[in-house]
């Protein structure tokens, strides 16, 4: 069964296409260093009742459908975080 591609690759994927010699580092791994953005990110864009992102609201009407894109890279952010983490713990 094929796994669903992450955010983070999409992005990466999408900008390696756009600009091939120079491909972008994705959003996702520079926030993974940056524990506090990421978290704060993940406890404000949740699900609302309706299955709207309550982060993304606006004043005009309901935000992105859940989860948006910001939760998306904020829990690649996570992933990549804890996977440098669990090297790191694994190489001393």
Same mark, same amino acid.
């Given at each position: 069964?094929?796994? =669903? @591609?992450t955010y983070a690759q999409g992005?990466?994927?999408a900008d390696a296409a756009a600009d =091939?010699? @120079?491909a972008a580092v994705p959003m996702a791994a520079i926030m993974s260093g940056m524990p506090e953005v990421w978290r704060k990110l993940l406890a404000a864009h949740v699900p609302d009742r309706l299955?709207? !992102?309550?982060? !993304?609201? #606006?004043?005009?009407?309901s935000g992105e459908r859940w989860? !948006? #894109?910001?939760?998306?890279i904020a829990s690649d952010a996570q992933r990549l975080h804890d996977q440098d983490l669990a090297r790191a713990v694994d190489s001393d």
């Amino acid at each position: 069964m094929e796994q =669903p @591609e992450t955010y983070a690759q999409g992005t990466a994927d999408a900008d390696a296409a756009a600009d =091939p010699q @120079e491909a972008a580092v994705p959003m996702a791994a520079i926030m993974s260093g940056m524990p506090e953005v990421w978290r704060k990110l993940l406890a404000a864009h949740v699900p609302d009742r309706l299955g709207r !992102c309550s982060g !993304c609201r #606006s004043a005009t009407g309901s935000g992105e459908r859940w989860p !948006c #894109s910001l939760h998306r890279i904020a829990s690649d952010a996570q992933r990549l975080h804890d996977q440098d983490l669990a090297r790191a713990v694994d190489s001393d």
